[in-house]
């Protein structure tokens, strides 16, 4: 059960304390630079425990139920702290509900559908909207360590549009698959 990809898995829970401390202060441009860093140090274990349990035959059913909850803790924390230091704010703010409304959504689907013994299979598009949306949060970490560098903080915004965008088209996609298990 503690295999090295799960122990990564509960590293990147146990680091969002830490980030949200780092993101605590937003005129802080050092607890920024290290939150940024950090972040990327998360981001970087959630790709290694994963091609790590594959390449060793070590998947295992704590793994498969720790990723996706421990990618998610994450991406809320972070939404929320930029949310309240208004690193996110204004209409910006209806990008990131977007996103925590279709993790709460996709995460009661899947509950349901695993007790009627359904898996819904990640999507590629899912995994791309994954990907922007960690590239558009650690973007606009990074504008809080460097406010001399607008364009990261556009590059972050315009990304989290973009991940919010790819939010509505695959939780909609889950949402329909869903829809077919449930009785009218």
């Keep these: 059960m503690l295999t090295l990809p799960n122990i990564l898995t509960l590293s990147r829970i146990f680091a969002v304390p830490l980030l949200v401390g780092l993101l605590w202060w937003p005129q802080w441009q050092a607890g920024y630079a290290l939150a940024f860093v950090l972040y990327c140090v998360v981001g970087f274990t959630d790709y290694l425990d994963g091609y790590l349990a594959r390449s060793q035959g070590t998947v295992s059913k704590l793994g498969v139920f720790l990723d ?3 990618d998610k803790i994450m991406v809320a924390a972070v ?5 309240s230091t208004r690193d996110i ?3 910006h703010l209806i990008a990131g509900l977007i996103i925590l409304l279709r993790e709460i959504m996709v995460s009661g689907l899947r509950e349901f559908l695993g007790g009627l013994r359904v898996s819904v299979p990640v999507s590629r598009l899912a995994k791309w909207k994954t990907t922007l ?3 558009s949060l650690g973007a606009l ?13 556009v590059v972050g915004l315009a990304s989290l ?3 919010a965008a790819l939010t509505l088209v695959t939780g909609w996609d889950y949402l329909r698959v869903g829809l077919r298990h449930m009785d009218s």
């Design 68 to 70: 996706p909850i421990a």
């Design 79 to 83: 939404i929320l702290m930029l949310a």
């Design 89 to 91: 704010g204004g209409v």
């Design 133 to 135: 949306q960690l590239v």
């Design 141 to 153: 970490i990074l504008a809080g360590a460097t406010p001399d560098w607008p364009f990261v903080r």
């Design 161 to 163: 549009w973009g991940a």
